[in-house]
């Protein structure tokens, strides 16, 4: 479960990250529907890895008995961590494990990927199959020369769990309404619109969960915005909204 959390996580701080440059408090940014325009949030960078092809071998189990164990898809996404390791899976059923004699020794939940020590960068093949077992076991061997090759595919901002991330998205006008989106990711996430009427005098001033922020140069395609307050305190009921802050 942590797992298919993380990944979803991932794909929700990616989404984020495909707009431009979220601006800083006080700088103006050229925005277009769609972009987030403020993000805050707590975000660890992390290596991902990627492996050559498809791969299949064995590692010692109980009493050092071998079994076998396989990884269907390249992509290895981070899982989790513990006091020494970086855990990286495939997608949830491209991890296999099973024994000549006993079958598959996987339950719901258990994974077969690669760990990467955080200290000395050692990597390592494992078997999490602590669900099978009833109880945490964890095997593992050394990366060979004679396995796939493993590559490093560059560095991605992940979501750990109990994080969240915040983003206010800008989504255009219609029927002469500034429209903005608010959208938290993390253990508890939520999504909310808000609007603000288009009258007076640029530039209009808008607030949003505790951001405030001026907009200018609006147009049917894009406007510019400038951050002058970031999200304040934990007050997540019911924001007050206002096209005309104090």
């Not at 490093?152 to 309404?177: H, P, T």
């Not at 922020?213 to 999200?231: M, P, Q």
Request: proline share 5%.
């Amino acid at each position: 479960m942590l797992a298919f959390f993380l990944i979803v996580m991932l794909a929700c701080v990616q989404a984020f990250a495909a707009s431009p440059n979220a601006s800083l408090t006080g700088e103006e940014l050229q925005v277009f529907p769609g972009d987030k325009f403020y993000v805050e949030g707590d975000t660890t960078d992390l290596q991902t890895y990627r492996i050559s092809e498809p791969f299949e071998s064995r590692m010692p189990g109980a009493l050092r008995l071998p079994f076998s164990f396989a990884i269907d898809a390249t992509d290895l996404h981070f899982s989790h961590r513990d006091s020494k390791w970086d855990y990286y899976t495939p997608v949830e059923g491209k991890g296999r494990a099973w024994h000549g004699l006993l079958g598959n020794v996987l339950a719901k939940g258990d994974t077969v990927g690669l760990r990467v020590h955080r200290t000395n960068g050692d990597r390592e093949w494992f078997v999490d199959n602590s669900g099978y077992n009833g109880y945490q076991t964890i095997w593992n061997r050394r990366v060979k020369g004679k396995d796939v090759e493993v590559t490093e595919e560059g560095i991605r901002s992940i979501l750990l769990e109990n994080n969240r991330l915040r983003a206010l998205e800008y989504m255009g006008v219609r029927d002469g309404q500034l429209r903005v989106r608010y959208t938290e990711v993390g253990p508890n996430p939520r999504s909310e619109e808000f609007t603000f009427p288009i009258e007076g005098h640029e530039p209009i001033l808008i607030g949003a969960m505790g951001v405030r922020a001026e907009v200018r140069n609006i147009s049917g395609a894009s406007a510019h915005i400038k951050v002058l307050r970031g999200f304040q305190g934990e007050g997540w009921a019911e924001p007050k909204l206002s096209p005309r802050l104090k």
